[in-house]
């Protein structure tokens, strides 16, 4: 079983090439449009700042409503390579509507939708990379991590790309550069990645919930929920915290940022190196105690270059979560890989709803320095909720 054909060697490459390859395409797409959508709000929709804050947690809403829904018709039946190919595309009428038009409901709706469309192209994706993965033997973890790794590549090039493209040539010319990027991630998906066919199950056949491990599952989205509130908390306030209270240059947060999503590509490989020695819920607790640590140290340390260097825990904390996390709701959800994949990719969205609104809130209410300690405290509470969880 071990010993295959040149020819089915030599495919198998060409195929796992050709997924990350499209993993960094949809990364990049994602990376050109997310980072600059406030400013595009602002600046080309002329909204008021309360519409942009409404923006992000209507498509958060959306997009859980709609990505639940495609990951349960992509467990049931069809075949997740159209589905991707579907997505992308309509991911690329999202973009030429945002290039477009500049009628602030039309977007929050129509070109909402179509962009969540667009982003549930990535969990489909993963979920086709573990299926590929377990039918051809190979080791899942380390696959998915390094697949994952693309995710985090496209994000330290994407946004310094965006940002140059809409101030130097305009928000037309960044959107369309997304739009060919789901377009070509659509054409190679057609060509290069592997077709597999589900027979289709009785309608009347609960496949969205979990049908295992049901109390592990929902604490591990709760777990991964408040992990990513954290996250959004700190991407929210950091700008504001360092411009307005610690008079810090603005171009450090963008340093920052960048610089923990480029350590986030060895973290994730290391972390599935390991994951099969250690086990997830032992290097999601590592990467807890990392959240806590980094949080804290915000609280002391004001100094450009120890920030910088706190990127470190940040970058475990987010890459174990986004590499790992992923993978133990696979585990636990047996079978159902687009909808555990989906599910894990809605605690992103989750967590931005609560942050949104939360980040804000503190922020007025007390100080930006302030989010730091909520952040450190919901640390504690993912910490408690995954000493429940069944270990994988």
């Known amino acids: 079983m071990r010993s295959l054909p040149a020819s089915l060697k030599q495919m198998t490459d060409i195929t796992s090439l050709a997924f990350l390859f499209i993993a960094f395409l949809t990364g990049i797409a994602g990376a050109l449009q997310t980072p600059t959508l406030s400013l595009f709000l ?216 960048g610089t923990a999503a480029g350590l986030e590509i060895p973290v994730m490989l290391i972390a599935g190196y390991y994951a099969q020695r250690l086990g997830k819920r032992k290097l999601m607790h590592y990467a807890i105690i990392a959240g806590l640590l980094f949080y804290i140290g915000l609280f002391f340390f004001t100094s450009p270059w120890i920030l910088l260097a706190l990127q470190l825990l940040n970058a475990i904390f987010i890459g174990i979560l986004a590499g790992i996390g992923m993978l133990y709701f696979q585990d636990l959800m047996p079978g159902q890989a687009g909808a555990a994949t989906t599910l894990f990719t809605n605690t992103v969205r989750v967590g931005w709803i609560v942050a949104g609104s939360l980040a804000g809130t503190v922020a007025e209410l007390w100080s930006f320095h302030t989010v730091f300690y909520i952040a450190a405290a919901m640390c504690l509470a993912a910490t408690l909720c995954l000493l429940k969880i069944k270990a994988a």
Request: proline content about 5%; aromatic content about 12%; some cysteine.
């Open 42 to 257: 602002t600046t080309e929709v002329q909204t008021r700042p309360v519409l942009v804050g409404l923006f992000y947690t209507g498509s958060a809403i959306i997009g859980i409503i709609i990505s639940q829904m495609i990951a349960s018709y992509s467990d049931k039946s069809g075949d997740r390579k159209m589905l991707i190919i579907r997505c992308c595309l309509f991911g690329a009428l999202g973009c030429i509507l945002y290039a477009f038009n500049r009628n602030y409901f039309l977007l929050l709706t129509v070109g909402v939708v179509l962009s969540t469309f667009g982003s549930t192209a990535t969990p489909q994706l993963f979920a086709l990379a573990r299926e590929h993965a377990d039918k051809t033997g190979r080791e899942a973890v380390m696959f998915s991590s390094i697949l994952r790794a693309q995710i985090s590549l496209a994000w330290v090039i994407g946004p310094p790309l965006a940002f140059a493209l809409a101030l130097g040539f305009g928000f037309k010319t960044m959107y369309f550069s997304a739009a060919i990027a789901f377009v070509l991630c659509s054409v190679v998906v057609w060509y290069a990645l592997p077709s597999m066919p589900k027979a289709k199950q009785a309608s009347n056949t609960p496949i969205q919930a979990p049908r295992q491990n049901r109390q592990s599952v929902l604490l591990l989205f709760i777990v991964s929920s408040l992990m990513w509130t954290c996250n959004g908390m700190y991407i929210i306030n950091m700008p504001l915290y360092l411009i307005s209270e610690l008079q810090l240059p603005e171009k450090l947060a963008g340093v920052m940022m």
